[in-house]
């Protein structure tokens, strides 16, 4: 019955959330790009109203033509499912289908809740009973949908709150914040990875099972060619010798030229900030010296 555990190839299980204008739908895509490196292997179900059109083809953005349906209305779980595997044959096992976004089949039209109160409705039946049929119907969905035969991403809207916060000048001002996202409350679990996106699109881990429990920066390509190779390979990211953080790519390097430029300098491997700090550091004691 028990075996001595050992990794395999996975396929990847993300979720993320933020409020609108987040840029869940573009970090979306931009993870997916770099799992697979291929446009083409990129499946996009949009329930936001064709919103998603908009990101495809962009020289600013640098994004390509992605495989793309639409999903209007009613917004049932078997819909969903539907969707889900066609785009899942459409990509290939090394492809990603996206949901976006998975609030939709909660509290849209012909979504769960809509079901629990059609089956409350009817005759015999209480609120209990309606929770726990609705309840089955949004758990197969669930499963189904993190079953397929390839990676998933979806994104789900965040209940929205203003809280006051002092701006750089001072001053008390409302600030939008996101709260837990709109879906069932224990849906997060389902996924192994969630990446909670701010207004600043600064993205943070809520849930993760990697290596990202000290993520906190915008997504791009990066992102999923290290995901990828964790998933694929269980190659471990490389970190930061001084603050252990994984390195990624920033200001406009790449995480390999990062690298290489801190050994060189420094004879050390370290992430940008930690490079940058360090080298400004080693000139102006150089300097103090000179002089």
């Not at 939709?104 to 209480?126: F, M, S, T, Y």
């Not at 995901?227 to 390195?247: F, M, S, Y």
Request: proline share 3%; charged share 25%.
């Amino acid at each position: 019955m028990f075996q001595t555990v050992t990794r395999k190839k996975a396929k990847l299980r993300m979720a993320l959330t933020g409020v609108s204008g987040a840029g869940k739908t573009l970090s979306a895509l931009y993870i997916a790009y770099g799992i697979t490196g291929d446009w083409n292997k990129i499946a996009l179900i949009d329930t936001e109203h064709e919103r998603a059109r908009f990101y495809a083809d962009r020289s600013d953005l640098n994004t390509g033509s992605f495989l793309y349906a639409a999903f209007p209305p009613p917004y049932s779980p078997d819909r969903y499912k539907q969707f889900v595997q066609e785009g899942a044959r459409a990509v290939g096992p090394d492809g990603v289908v996206i949901v976006d976004s998975f609030s939709h089949a909660w509290n849209n039209e012909g979504g769960v809740l809509d079901i629990k109160d059609r089956i409350a409705a009817q005759q015999g039946k209480n609120s209990y009973t309606a929770w726990n049929e609705a309840g089955r119907e949004q758990n197969n969905l669930v499963n189904t949908m993190l079953a397929v035969d390839c990676h998933t991403i979806v994104t789900m809207r965040s209940k929205m709150d203003y809280v006051l916060q002092e701006n750089d000048r001072g001053k008390m001002t409302p600030v939008k914040v996101g709260l837990a996202p709109v879906q069932r409350d224990d849906t997060e679990y389902e996924f192994d990875i969630v990446l909670d996106i701010a207004r600043s699109h600064i993205a943070t881990a809520s849930k993760d099972t990697t290596f990202l429990d000290s993520f906190g920066k915008i997504i791009t390509p990066e992102l999923g060619r290290q995901l990828a190779d964790w998933l694929n390979t269980g190659a471990e990211p490389v970190r930061c010798e001084t603050c252990q953080k994984v390195i990624t790519a920033e200001a406009g390097r790449s995480s390999e030229q990062i690298m290489e430029a801190s050994r060189k300098h420094l004879g050390k491997t370290l992430c940008y900030r930690c490079y940058a700090l360090e080298y400004r550091a080693k000139k102006e004691a150089e300097n103090h010296a000179a002089s």
